[in-house]
């Protein structure tokens, strides 16, 4: 208490008075001087416990805070009466409250962390391991048509890897928040060609069909290039999922409130235990494809809902996986 500067100038500034106007007591009268004193010392007395018991009720809160610092997973103060001590006293149980939450969000984040490092580590070693073989058995081979196979392995191998690490890249950029989307009016006919342009030769060689069920004239809003990039990850999870001679049927619908897209491929479907985990990052279901890392869907899904948008998977009544993307209005 006598450390604050303050306290101790309000001391020798309160002895000075009582000092001053306890000699003008007695230069009129003992009695009166006397009075003076003991007023001066009851109303010090008063003064010096009420202060102690203010700065004991402060020390119990500066030792609180300092475990909270050191990682105390309780806080505890003494509940005060209604004044500017229990006024700090609810600011900082906010705050030792809203420093918890941080703390918490950062160690999940570190887990998160580790362990997606963990998952890109795993999923790069397999195309890696792959294409050592591969290079290895190149080296060796005499043959020419042989060389040119493992060649073109090799090649895959490394197309793989550059697809894992850009949609890895693009995935980042999303959880950074650091990518600004724009909101143009889109036609849905051009988006949906826009997406599977990319994939005319992999379809044609797949024997894989893709029918448009669409009304004239029918907008959404949204960034043009990465809902092109969404789309074309699902188209790429009904190829991989239906196989040669697939096909995938997409209808569209408009009403007052949003758009709905539905694309439903022939394939099997999804197992009834994968169907919670579609979306999540480096999730393979049951029929997953040996090719795929489990990290499409997942980007998918994070382009259209930060776009304001919604995408579900189940399977299709008659049979075969169906995804239903809503975009408002």
């Known amino acids: 208490m006598f450390r604050n500067r303050e306290f101790r100038q309000f001391a020798i500034l309160f002895l000075v008075i009582a000092g001053v106007l306890s000699l003008v007591g007695f230069l009129l009268s003992i009695a009166t001087g006397f009075l003076v004193l003991f007023t001066a010392a009851v109303f010090g007395a008063v003064f010096f416990l009420f202060t102690q018991k203010r700065y004991q009720s402060i020390r119990q809160i500066s030792s609180q805070i300092d475990l909270v610092l050191h990682n105390e997973a309780r806080l505890f103060i003494e509940e005060l009466d209604e004044g500017e001590l229990s006024i700090l006293q609810c600011e900082i149980v906010k705050m030792t409250q809203r420093i918890r939450e941080q703390n918490d969000a950062l160690k999940r984040e570190k887990e998160y962390l580790a362990d997606s490092l963990a998952d ?48 890895l890249l693009k995935i980042s950029r999303l959880d950074a928040g650091v990518v600004t989307f724009q909101n143009e009016p889109l036609a849905v006919d051009r988006l949906l060609q826009m997406a599977l342009r990319p994939l005319a030769i992999p379809m044609e060689l797949r024997n894989f069909s893709a029918q448009l069920d669409l009304p004239a004239e029918i907008l959404i809003n949204g960034d043009k290039n990465w809902l092109a990039e969404a789309l074309q990850n699902i188209f790429k999870n009904c190829m991989e999922n239906a196989g040669e001679q697939g096909e995938v049927i997409i209808r569209c619908t408009d009403n007052p409130l949003f758009t709905e897209l539905m694309i439903q491929d022939n394939g099997p479907g999804f197992a009834p235990e994968d169907l919670p985990r579609l979306f999540e990052r480096f999730y393979r279901g049951k029929n997953a494809s040996a090719t795929g890392f489990g990290v499409g869907l997942a980007l998918s899904k994070m382009i259209i809902t930060r776009q304001g948008g919604s995408i579900t998977a189940k399977n299709a009544s008659q049979g075969g996986a169906l995804f239903t993307l809503r975009f408002p209005k």
């Open 120 to 167: 890109v580590a795993h999923q790069l070693r397999t195309p890696l391991t792959a294409a050592n073989l591969t290079l290895s058995l190149l080296e060796n081979s005499a043959d020419e048509q042989e060389r040119k196979y493992f060649v073109r392995e090799t090649e895959e191998q490394l197309v793989r890897m550059d697809w894992l690490l850009t949609a």
